[in-house]
């Protein structure tokens, strides 16, 4: 079945950086759209990221833009999230979802199990 697992997750000082993985099994990875999304204390899921099957179309949410990078292994069947220039605003739990198809306007089919990101002032 569909697995996805996040990693790199951890607690970071203001102004530090961290680098997410998600490692995929169960399907065809080089497929699908991929996406991150994460969920601060006390909101909403957020979507901050999504990547084309290839690779070659990225697209961000405006607070990340410029901070964060997506990023993608086809041949790993893994996901990145390098994120830069940490503010505690970033602090939540991120998710490794899945597209239902290559396309960025797909429903999310599968999550992962999520891995906090913490940042101190």
């Known amino acids: 079945q569909v697995q996805l697992v996040e990693s790199g997750g951890g607690l970071v000082q203001a102004g530090g950086s961290l680098r997410l993985s998600c490692a995929a099994s169960?399907?065809?990875?080089?497929?699908?759209?991929m996406n991150w999304v994460r969920q601060s204390p006390g909101k909403g899921l957020e979507w901050i990221a999504g990547?084309?099957?290839?690779?070659?179309?990225?697209l961000y949410v405006d607070s990340v833009k410029g901070r964060f990078t997506i990023s993608r292994d086809n041949a790993m069947n893994t996901m990145y999230l390098q994120m830069n220039s940490l503010n505690p605003e970033d602090s939540a739990v991120y998710y490794c979802?899945?597209?239902?198809?290559?396309?960025?306007?797909?429903?999310?089919?599968?999550w992962g199990q999520g891995i906090l990101v913490t940042v101190s002032s």
């Open positions: 979802t899945k597209g239902a198809g290559s396309n960025w306007r797909d429903a999310l089919d599968a």
């Open positions: 169960g399907f065809t990875f080089g497929n699908y759209y």
């Open positions: 990547i084309s099957s290839s690779g070659g179309s990225l």
